[in-house]
């Protein structure tokens, strides 16, 4: 540990655009949770399928007012997959708002908001995989930092320069974004097309899961993008995470426990708490789904190592 | 050089021949694709600092010196591809990359990583930038990014537009637009897929490669043979079924009790049939898939594809697929099957 700062590390908690499509009253009764929990930042946004459309920007844009009084900061994200004119349109929309940061979601976002000299957050798929890299988007204005999801956090640590370069935020919880297509894995499955899908992706309120052929619970369908089965959770790498300069910790949402992982989060990172009891506690949770660490500790993402 | 079709005289300019870029995994591969009508090849060091990082693979000094003058000499050029991310800890490797580029005199390099761009940009000025498909720009603004602050020339295009998507990137842009023709098909978008690192600890951006050759185990068992990636098993054959390599995402999985090719079919893309609307909307270079392949499949595709790109430049409105290409292609897909991929999306 490198300071007196860093050694009493406190971290803020994000809690990260829901990556799935969920009904509407769902998703708010879920943030009027999130409004009463320790979380200090909310990012909001549609960043997977264009074709979702319960929440538009306004909506988007009112809930961020909403969760702002309560005293949360808001960032908005723009969809990580930009194809086409209608979702450029959208991404000007977000960028052109003056009252809340916005996470770029790809490069798309980041010639719109470089050219409008905004600051902005880099979110998890841009791809920064050493310093000189996170250097030149500092310079273009970038003000906070979301690490790749595979770099391993002594990585991020170099990167960052341990934490003195920018404010940096790793993926802490949750089913991981791993890949995303043009294509709709989740209408593929049904034998449906991505035009005429029937929104079948809101049936999955976590994702729909893949296994393998020997029954290996591998990956989750979610839409266009595919994601991990397993959690990712670095709730026993506190001392790795402040090694590595981390001020945040993005937590991803899930339809069920989420507030409790927000506390969880903050009794052990913020709170001194056990983090061996808060483990135990976070896979009673999701009793059938791995926890997994391997990406923090350069290692497969499918991994888990006690080691912190 | 070879011999080309006369443009027919309309009284429109004839539109513009998109050149060919064909793969180079070694010296003999540069040569036999250059002398099969190949406008540029494209090759990467034996390193991880390019996306085909494998053993036996690629170009150590002597040869990129040898294969640069062999294309020069003959008017063609030599595309570097230096498109993965820099690792942090050894940034000056990739670094080096670039100025053994400069010096050896490639045409351009192919980046992804804005570290890399940065340090061309700033060290060689006159050495042209390609945006590579690993920085997965896929739409104009994306490709403007990196050209206003970057300089970059030309972009490669991932394979998920459509081409209607890929005609309104060229009409919104000033930058040069290349697409993938032929060969393996990413059914993810490129540069941002995590799947093999997800299984093996090994990705194209962190290692360049996929599904790792070292991570593959094959176990026989009485009524089949496994597939095996870092232990998870990716498909299963019975006795005689055709096998594939198990690339991650090609392999048979189980969602809801079903089992089938859950993300993608092992198919491999061909954009024979659109190659005049691929002219016509005014795609600058057309790329050949395949560094990791032989010498002589780099050679019989650069020939199809010479005379494809002639016959639909000479007259779109006649061109035809020569049944004699797809019959050469098809044998050097070992049997697999042909998509036009995100082009005409029939799953859309």
């Not at chain 1, 841009?126 to 970038?142: D, F, P, S």
């Not at chain 1, 991981?176 to 499955?189: E, I």
């Not at chain 1, 001020?247 to 426990?257: F, I, Y």
Request: aromatic residues 6%.
């Amino acid at each position: 540990m490198t300071s007196d700062a860093a050694a009493a590390g406190t971290f803020e908690l994000t809690v990260g655009p829901v990556q799935y499509y969920w009904p509407r009253a769902d998703l708010m009764d879920f943030y009027a949770g999130v409004a009463e929990s320790s979380a200090a930042t909310v990012v909001l946004g549609e960043v997977v399928c264009a074709r979702r459309h319960e929440m538009k920007t306004a909506d988007w844009l009112a809930l961020a007012r909403d969760l702002h009084a309560c005293g949360k900061e808001v960032v908005l994200a723009t969809q990580t997959l930009i194809e086409s004119e209608s979702d450029l349109r959208v991404l000007r929309r977000i960028a052109e708002q003056s009252e809340f940061w916005v996470e770029a979601g790809d490069a798309s976002a980041l010639n719109v908001l470089t050219e409008m000299k905004r600051p902005f957050v880099l979110g998890p798929h841009i791809n920064v995989y050493n310093r000189e890299a996170l250097r030149q988007y500092l310079r273009m204005g970038a003000c906070r930092w979301i690490a790749p999801i595979e770099l391993p956090l002594a990585t991020v640590g170099i990167v960052n320069d341990g934490g003195s370069a920018a404010a940096t935020e790793v993926f802490a919880y949750g089913r991981m974004p791993l890949a995303m297509s043009a294509r709709c894995f989740t209408a593929r499955h049904h034998r449906l097309s991505k035009d005429a899908c029937e929104f079948r992706c809101r049936d999955d309120a976590d994702g729909l899961l893949l296994s393998t052929s020997d029954g290996r619970p591998f990956l989750a369908l979610n839409g266009v993008q595919t994601q991990s089965a397993a959690i990712q959770c670095l709730i026993s790498n506190r001392a790795a995470l402040v090694a590595a300069g981390v001020s945040r910790l993005r937590l991803s949402p899930a339809s069920t426990g989420f507030l409790e992982v927000i506390e969880a989060f903050q009794h052990v990172m913020n709170r001194a708490g056990d983090a061996t009891e808060a483990l135990a506690a976070l896979q009673a949770l999701t009793p059938s789904i791995d926890l997994v660490n391997g990406f923090a500790l350069a290692r497969p993402g499918i991994d888990w190592s006690a080691a912190g | 050089m070879l011999q080309r079709a006369e443009p027919p005289n309309h009284e429109t300019p004839p539109p513009r021949a998109p050149e060919l870029v064909c793969p180079a995994g070694s010296l003999r591969a540069l040569k036999l694709a250059v002398d099969a009508g190949a406008d540029a090849v494209y090759l990467g060091l034996r390193n991880a600092t390019n996306a085909r990082n494998f053993a036996g693979l690629n170009f150590d000094d002597a040869q990129l010196r040898e294969g640069i003058a062999y294309a020069r000499a003959r008017g063609r050029q030599v595309l570097m591809a230096l498109n993965t991310y820099a690792e942090a800890s050894q940034v000056d490797t990739w670094e080096q990359a670039v100025d053994t580029a400069a010096a050896l005199g490639a045409d351009a390099l192919i980046v992804a990583d804005i570290a890399v761009m940065a340090y061309a940009r700033d060290k060689h000025p006159g050495l042209p930038l390609h945006l590579s498909v690993q920085a997965s720009a896929t739409s104009h603004e994306a490709i403007a990014f990196h050209q206003r602050h970057f300089g970059i020339r030309r972009a490669v295009l991932p394979r998920v537009l459509t081409l209607s998507q890929v005609a309104s990137v060229i009409a919104h842009g000033t930058v040069d637009i290349e697409v993938f023709g032929f060969g393996s098909l990413c059914v993810m978008v490129e540069g941002r897929c995590a799947l093999s690192s997800f299984a093996t600890g090994q990705s194209p951006n962190n290692a360049g490669v996929c599904s790792p050759p070292s991570a593959v185990r094959w176990v026989d068992s009485a009524d089949a043979v496994e597939a095996r990636l870092n232990g998870l098993l990716i498909d299963r054959y019975a006795p005689g079924e055709p096998r594939g390599y198990p690339t991650l995402c090609k392999g048979r999985f189980e969602v809801d009790g079903a089992r089938d090719y859950a993300l993608e079919e092992p198919t491999s893309l061909n954009t024979l049939a659109v190659l005049p609307d691929l002219v016509r909307m005014g795609v600058r270079a057309i790329k050949i898939e395949g560094r990791q392949r032989s010498p002589s499949y780099v050679e019989q595709v650069t020939r199809v594809w010479r005379q494809a790109i002639d016959a639909a430049v000479a007259d779109g409105r006649r061109y035809r697929v020569d049944p004699a290409w797809t019959s050469t292609l098809a044998h050097l897909s070992e049997g697999q099957h042909h998509t036009l991929g995100a082009y005409d999306r029939p799953w859309r």
